[in-house]
């Protein structure tokens, strides 16, 4: 959890909590929320799978889903000021405020230009893998970082070869920072 705070530092911190609307106003953690998600999308994927079939609910359902999931942080990078990296600085603050300690992060690297960290641990792969849903937790959570990606435009570039979601012993994080000044 020192880590994660150390992340913060410097980050927007006193701005109001960004994801507020995707948490109906509360402050509910993101295992929290995607655990009732998961709930409600679990037994109607399934639903779908046997009628469909496995292939065709997937290609039908997990395309929705991430269109939505782009959509919310587009939206959420588009009401926060600032340059594409700050924006990007002010979203992953606000997003780690909500994973709190559901995972294990370790820093590797932290400069300016430079953000590399694992994460060692992982709750909601460990969720998802519980419920036989990994491909849905990765579109639920895993992919959101590619989102906020996005919303650092050219200034902010992810590399994430590897989850534990998709089986990797670890997820590996490489940033890197263009441009545009950070906090």
Known sequence: MAEI???????????????????????????????????????VLRAFRAE???????????????AWSREVHHKIGEDT??????????????LTDRVADAVD???????????????????????????????????????MDLHIEEVGGSEVEMNRPQTIMKGAQFCDFRYRMKGGGGA
């Open 5 to 43: 705070d150390e992340f913060k530092t410097g980050l927007h911190q006193s701005e109001a909590d960004l994801f507020s609307p995707l948490f109906a106003g509360t402050d509910i953690s993101l295992l929290e929320l995607v655990k009732i998600q998961a709930q409600v999308l679990t037994p």
């Open 52 to 66: 469909l079939g496995e292939e065709r609910a997937n290609e039908i359902a997990l395309p929705a889903l991430r």
């Open 81 to 94: 000021p600032g340059t594409p990296r700050q924006k990007w600085e002010a979203i992953s603050s606000a």
């Open 105 to 143: 992060v370790e820093f590797t690297k932290r400069e300016a230009d430079a953000l590399e960290f694992h994460i060692n641990g992982c709750r909601y792969a460990e969720f998802f893998h519980q419920l036989g849903e990994p491909e849905l937790g990765a579109v639920l959570t895993c992919e």
